[in-house]
């Protein structure tokens, strides 16, 4: 196929208009194949749900919280945070899903924006990932979950559980890429369960051996959940480590290094495609 140079846009504010609208036409496919197919989003989400409510309630009595407290106040801050991680599965398996049945080549063929493909999946899954962190709190507000701290507080915590989500994206996305066949997601599903479960979701490091503890406070899902639960006001989020005691610190520095990290890889991985 012949791309028509000469149509491009030159400026670099028509460059950046022509990549934003790209992008949303990329993001509004992929809206509409979860619109048409919404059943594995459900299935993902009242897996979460179950979830919520195997823990607590049928083993939340005999969960302990550092300092008393709620165990459901203590656990729903870990069930936003799996939240966004599990969304790595979805991202991979679409970019997976795209790349073997040759959308993403024809995509790279026709004149539109290097970097469309790209955001638009961002778009598409951080707007997904939104909705079911919506979804969630809902959940939580059903079964007792409550914040305690101010309206900024919860909305600093959001933010902070956009931000992973948003690293994570990259993650997903270079994974995908990597990966190339769907049956590999698989691989991906077992790499995800250890790593989200040995983390501060469903139990406090200080309850653990201390070998364990620390792996669980140095996990970068644990700072994510000790800083929504420090800015939701829910209890469990202190401790002795430093690791620990810096944990909104720490909530944004991860995201930011896998950023750094899986972003230009990403990128790298996505040029060299077909090559």
């Not at 059903?142 to 994570?168: E, T």
């Not at 209890?235 to 944004?252: E, N, P, R, T, V």
Request: proline residues 5%; aromatic residues 12%; hydrophobic residues 55%.
């Amino acid at each position: 196929m012949t791309i028509d140079i000469s149509a491009m846009p030159r400026t670099p504010l028509a460059r950046l208009r022509w990549a934003l609208l790209d992008s949303w036409t990329v993001a509004l496919r992929d809206l509409n194949h979860w619109v048409r197919q919404p059943m594995q989003l459900i299935f993902n989400l009242l897996f979460l749900v179950m979830l919520v409510l195997m823990f607590g309630f049928l083993f939340g009595g005999g969960m302990l919280v550092p300092g008393g407290g709620n165990y459901r106040d203590f656990l729903m801050p870990g069930m936003f945070v799996m939240t966004m991680f599990f969304g790595i599965e979805a991202t991979c398996l679409s970019v997976i899903t795209d790349t073997s049945r040759g959308v993403t080549d024809r995509f790279r063929s026709m004149p539109m924006a290097s970097a469309a493909v790209v955001l638009g999946r961002c778009i598409a899954d951080m707007l997904n990932s939104l909705l079911s962190l919506v979804a969630m709190i809902l959940c939580g507000l059903l079964v007792g979950w409550r914040w305690h701290g101010s309206l900024g507080g919860a909305v600093m915590a959001i933010g902070l559980l956009l931000l992973l989500r948003f690293a994570l994206l990259w993650v997903g996305i270079y994974l995908g890429l990597l990966l190339k066949t769907p049956e590999a997601v698989g691989a991906v599903q077992i790499l995800v369960w250890p790593v989200s479960f040995l983390s501060s979701t469903f139990a406090s490091p200080a309850t653990m051996p201390g070998w364990l503890g620390t792996l669980v406070e140095w996990n970068p899902l644990s700072s994510s959940i000790s800083a929504t639960r420090e800015l939701f006001g829910n209890a469990g989020w202190g401790g002795a480590s430093w690791i620990a005691q810096h944990g909104l610190l720490m909530a944004i520095v991860w995201p930011l290094a896998l950023t750094i990290i899986f972003f230009p890889l990403s990128v790298y991985a996505y040029q060299r495609l077909s090559r």
